[in-house]
C-alpha cells in the first residue's frame, strides 16, 4: 500500500477496538514467568553449551601474547575462539567497532575470546586462565581535551546535515537587544536494561539460527550475514521478547556473533550472556556532549537569533549525538545557526539511546529557555508561547502536519497549578525543604519506514498475524492484534500475532518511536489485502462491503467470516510505502514537561515530588500502553537529571562504574506521582492509523524541567548533568 495521500475515513475511524485502553495481551506470559526470553530457548536448544566473553583489558593498542593452554585443559572447555582462529570476519554495516577484536584492540572490554564449555561455571572459571599480554597505546578519552580537534561530520540518513544557517545570525544576535549565551554538558549514559544482551546460536548445515535479543531483526541479519560472509538467506534471527532495549539491542552485538563462533567451533549450540560490565564498556552507549546555546531576542519576547553548537565523541568512522537537530524545528526566529561536531575517542561505542539527540540536547536547550526568559522578565511558558511556529522555521514553505505545542504547554499549567509558582528562585519554603516548579517543551520527530505484515485467516474465523517487528516492552503485541480486529471486524481474542521472526515479512522494528505507527500501518495494509481477497472469493465485487463482529456484509447478504476462509484459508501479505508527504509537511511530536521539586535547605538532597506530562503525538492507539511508555520515559528523564552518569576513567579509557551498583538509575522510592495528558489528535498526513510515536517523546525535555524546578528552589543555577547535591551545596540559601 502507497501512503502518498492523506488519510481519509477508513475501517481504523470506527475506533472499537483501536484507541480504548487495553491490557497488554502478553501480560500474562511476563507475569507467569512463560515469555521466553533469548537466553531461555530450552525447548527448541536443549543441549545448549555455554560461552563466557573475555574482554579486553585495554583501551587502545594490541595484544602482544595469548596463552590458552590452562583454559583449554580447564573441565568441560569445548571450545576457545579468538580473532586467530574466527576466520575472516568483515564488519557490520550498524558496527562502528570490529565485535571480536585481535591483535588491534579499539576500546576497553572489546571483546578478545570466547570460552565455551558444558556449563556456565566451566565456562567463567577457564576464561579466568585465559592469559593475555598486551601493548598500550595512546589513546583520546577526553571529550573536553579534544574538542578543537572536533570535525562536522558526514551528512547521514540519521543525523541530517551537520551544520543548518537561516538569515545572519552573527550580525542579528549582535544587534539583539537581550542576549544569552551559555555552555551545558550531559554525561555518558548506558541503557542499563534489565536483560542483558544474551543470543543462543545452532548451526544446521550452513544454516543459521541465533535467537537472539534484538530491536531490529532485518538490520541483524544482514550485519550477521556480512559479519560472517555468508548469504542473508541462511540467517535467521528470532527475538519475540526483549526484556528492555532503549537502543542498545538496535544493533548486533559481541554476544550474537560469539555465540554463533562458538557454535561452530565446538558444533554444538551456544549459548553467550554478556556479563554486566561488558554491557556497560562492550556494547553502545549514549555519548558524552558539550553543548553550546546562543539566543537574541527583542524585549517583548520574539526572538530574532538562535544558535546550537553541539560536541560528541565516537570512535573513527562513529557517528555524532545530534544534539542541535530539535533547535532546528521547535522555536521560531529569523536568524539561525546549528552545527554539529564530532570528535574522534577511543572510548566504546557512542550511538542511539532512547530519543537520541532530542534527550540529551533538550537538556540544555530547555535551561537555555528558561535562563532567557528570565533574563527578558518573562513567564517560561510564555516566553515558549510566543515564540511557537506553525511552519518548519528553516523552511518556512513547509508548515508543520500537526502542531499542539501552545496547548500543551496551557493545559499542563492549568492542570499543575503552574500560575502559584513563586518566580523568583530560593523563596517557597515548606520546613527544611525549598520547594520549586519547571517546565520544559518536549518535542520528537515523526519518523516514517516501509513495514509489511503476513495476514491469515483459517476456518474458525482466527486472524493470524505474522511480521517480524519486536516488542520491547512497549505494547507491540497488543496494538498489532488491536489494529488486525479493527480492520478485520474480529473481538480481540481471535487474533493471534507472532513477532520477532526473520521468516516473517520485514517491518519498522523497534526504535527512535517510529514502531507503533509504522508497523500497524503495515498490519493495516496487510489486513485491507486479505479484506480484498475476502470479498473478491464471495463475489461481493466493488459492493461496499462491512466486516463486524466476525461477518462479512454486503448490502442483504451477511457471510460469517470463517466461512469466507473456506477450508484451506485465505492468506494476504502487504506492507506501508510512503510517498513525499513527509517532504510536504513537517512531521513532528510535541508536549510539555511540567515538574515539582523539594531541594533540603541544608544537605541540598534533592526530591522530586510530582509530574506531569502532557503529549500531542497523533491518534492513541491504546492509551493503557501510551501511559505505561510516557511514565516510564519520565523516569529515565529524572535518571538523566540527577543520578546518571558513566564515570570516565580519563587516564586508561574505561567506564569504572560498569555495573548495576555503581550506575545509579530511578527506583520507585525516587518517582512520586506520575500525570500523563493525551491531547485528542489525529494527524491524517503521518500514516493511515492517523498516528504518530510517544514512546521517547515522554523523555525530551523532563531533566530540563527537573533542571529549572531545582533552580527556582534553590535560585542554584546547574548547567552540568547530573545535578548532584555537590553542585549545590556551597550556594544553597542561608538556612535559617
Not at 39 to 63: F, L, M, Q
Amino acid at each position: 500500500m502507497k501512503f502518498d495521500t492523506p488519510a481519509t475515513t477508513n475501517p481504523i475511524d470506527q475506533l472499537k477496538i483501536i484507541g480504548k485502553p487495553t491490557a497488554r495481551i502478553d501480560g500474562p506470559m511476563k507475569t507467569t514467568g512463560t515469555a521466553r526470553y533469548a537466553y531461555e530457548r530450552h525447548t527448541e536448544v536443549p543441549d545448549a553449551a555455554y560461552g563466557w566473553v573475555v574482554g579486553a583489558a585495554i583501551a587502545k593498542g594490541r595484544i602482544a601474547s595469548m596463552d590458552l593452554g590452562a583454559a583449554r585443559a580447564a573441565p568441560g572447555v569445548l571450545a576457545i575462539v579468538t580473532a586467530r582462529n574466527a576466520g575472516k570476519l568483515g564488519k557490520g554495516d550498524f558496527n562502528t567497532a570490529k565485535l571480536l577484536g585481535g591483535p588491534e584492540i579499539d576500546h576497553y572490554h572489546q571483546a578478545v575470546a570466547l570460552v565455551v564449555a558444558n556449563t556456565f561455571e566451566q565456562a567463567r572459571a577457564a576464561a579466568q586462565l585465559v592469559r593475555i599480554g598486551y601493548t598500550r597505546g595512546p589513546g583520546r578519552f577526553d571529550l573536553a581535551a579534544e574538542k578543537e580537534a572536533a570535525q562536522m561530520p558526514k551528512p547521514s540518513p540519521f543525523s541530517g546535515e551537520p551544520q543548518t544557517k537561516t538569515g545572519d545570525f552573527p550580525g542579528a544576535f549582535a544587534a539583539a537587544a537581550v542576549q544569552f549565551d551559555a555552555t551545558y554538558t550531559t554525561p555518558d549514559e548506558s541503557h542499563a536494561m534489565m536483560e542483558p544482551h544474551a543470543s543462543i546460536a545452532e548451526w544446521k548445515g550452513d544454516k543459521l539460527t541465533v535467537w537472539t535479543s534484538n530491536q531490529m531483526i532485518a538490520w541483524g541479519v544482514g550485519d550477521v550475514a556480512k559479519t560472517l560472509g555468508i548469504p542473508k538467506e541462511n540467517v535467521r534471527l528470532v527475538s519475540p521478547f526483549i526484556g528492555g532495549g532503549f537502543g542498545g539491542k538496535l544493533f548486533v552485538r559481541a554476544d550474537a556473533l560469539l555465540a554463533a563462533l562458538g557454535a561452530r567451533a565446538a558444533k554444538r549450540p551456544v549459548k553467550v550472556a554478556l556479563q554486566r560490565p561488558l554491557m556497560m564498556n562492550n556494547t553502545t552507549h549514549r555519548p558524552a556532549t558539550i553543548q553550546r546555546i546562543r539566543i537574541g531576542a527583542a524585549r517583548d519576547g520574539k526572538i530574532t537569533a538562535i544558535a546550537h553548537e553541539g560536541w560528541s565523541g565516537d570512535l573513527p568512522d562513529g557517528q555524532p549525538e545530534t544534539a542541535v537537530n530539535q533547535t532546528r524545528l521547535l522555536y521560531a526566529g529569523a536568524n539561525r545557526l546549528t552545527t554539529t561536531r564530532l570528535a574522534v575517542l577511543d572510548l566504546p561505542e557512542g550511538n542511539a539511546m532512547r530519543a537520541p539527540g532530542e534527550a540529551p540536547g533538550m537538556m540544555a536547550l530547555e535551561i537555555a529557555m528558561d535562563e532567557m526568559a528570565e533574563k527578558l522578565a518573562l513567564d517560561p511558558v510564555e516566553f515558549r508561547v510566543r515564540n511557537d511556529t506553525q511552519v518548519d522555521p528553516e523552511q518556512p514553505q513547509r508548515p508543520y502536519s500537526q502542531r499542539k505545542l501552545i496547548e500543551c504547554l496551557r493545559t499542563g499549567a492549568e492542570r499543575f497549578g503552574w500560575s502559584k509558582r513563586n518566580a523568583a528562585p530560593g523563596q517557597q519554603r515548606e520546613g527544611r525543604w525549598l520547594v520549586g516548579m519547571g517546565v520544559a517543551a518536549a518535542f520528537r520527530n515523526n519518523l516514517l519506514t516501509k513495514s509489511a505484515a503476513r495476514v491469515r485467516l483459517d476456518n474458525r474465523g482466527m486472524v493470524t498475524v505474522e511480521t517480524d517487528m519486536t516488542d520491547i516492552g512497549t505494547g507491540s503485541y497488543t496494538i498489532i492484534a488491536q489494529t488486525a480486529a479493527e480492520t478485520m471486524g474480529v473481538p480481540l481474542d481471535r487474533v493471534l500475532v507472532r513477532l520477532g521472526d526473520s521468516a516473517y515479512p520485514e517491518s519498522a522494528g523497534s526504535g527512535g518511536q517510529w514502531g507503533a505507527n509504522n508497523s500497524t500501518s503495515g498490519v493495516y495494509a496487510a489486513c485491507m489485502k486479505l479484506r480484498e481477497a475476502v470479498a473478491s472469493k464471495l463475489g461481493f465485487g466493488a459492493v461496499d462491503v462491512e466486516f463486524a463482529d466476525g461477518m462479512v456484509r454486503a448490502g442483504e447478504r451477511a457471510v460469517p467470516l470463517a466461512e469466507a476462509a473456506g477450508a484451506n484459508g485465505l492468506v494476504a501479505e502487504d506492507g506501508i510505502e510512503y510517498g513525499d508527504l513527509d517532504k510536504k509537511y513537517q512531521q513532528s511530536t510535541f508536549g510539555a514537561h511540567f515538574v515539582e521539586v523539594g531541594v533540603d535547605a541544608a544537605t541540598g538532597e534533592i526530591r522530586v515530588r510530582r509530574m506531569l506530562a502532557v503529549c500531542a503525538a497523533g491518534r492513541i492507539l491504546n492509551p493503557t500502553s501510551a501511559r505505561s511508555q510516557v511514565i516510564g520515559a519520565m523516569t529515565m528523564g529524572v535518571g538523566g537529571a540527577l543520578m546518571e552518569e558513566l564515570a570516565l576513567d580519563k587516564r586508561h579509557g574505561f567506564f569504572v562504574n560498569h555495573d548495576l551498583a555503581g550506575y545509579e538509575v530511578p527506583v520507585h522510592a525516587d518517582i512520586p506521582h506520575q500525570d500523563v495528558i493525551f491531547l485528542d489528535e489525529t494527524d491524517p498526513i503521518s500514516s493511515p492509523m492517523k498516528a504518530k510515536g510517544v514512546g521517547e517523546l515522554g523523555m525530551c525535555g523532563v531533566a530540563a524541567a527537573v533542571a529549572n524546578a531545582v533552580y527556582n528552589a534553590t535560585g542554584v543555577r546547574v548547567r552540568s548533568y547530573p545535578i548532584t547535591l555537590d553542585k549545590l551545596l556551597d550556594r544553597l540559601p542561608p538556612v535559617v
